[in-house]
C-alpha cells in the first residue's frame, strides 16, 4: 500500500521535507487537513549533527505549525 492511502479510511499519510516551507504550506493549504500528527523528527538526542537535530525538529516543525495556523487547522 503506498504511504499517501487512507489509513482504515480515517485518514491519509503524506509524506515529505516538512523543513521545506513553502511544500509544507502548499500541501496543507491543498488538503486543509481537520487534524495533523506529526511524527517526523530526529529522535536520537546525541545525533551526529547538532544542525541537522535544530533544523528539523525545530525549523521543520515552525513550517508545518505556521502551515497549519495560516490554513485554518484547529
Request: aromatic share 6%; hydrophobic share 50%; charged share 15%.
Amino acid at each position: 500500500t503506498p504511504p499517501e492511502a487512507p489509513v482504515a479510511g480515517l485518514a491519509a499519510i503524506h509524506a515529505g521535507d516538512w523543513c521545506d516551507a513553502v511544500a509544507t504550506a502548499g500541501l496543507i493549504a491543498d488538503i486543509r487537513p481537520d487534524r495533523v500528527l506529526h511524527l517526523a523528527g530526529i529522535a536520537f538526542v546525541g545525533h551526529a549533527s547538532p544542525q541537522a537535530f535544530y533544523h528539523v525538529n525545530l525549523l521543520g516543525t515552525r513550517a508545518l505549525l505556521e502551515a497549519c495556523v495560516a490554513s485554518g487547522v484547529e
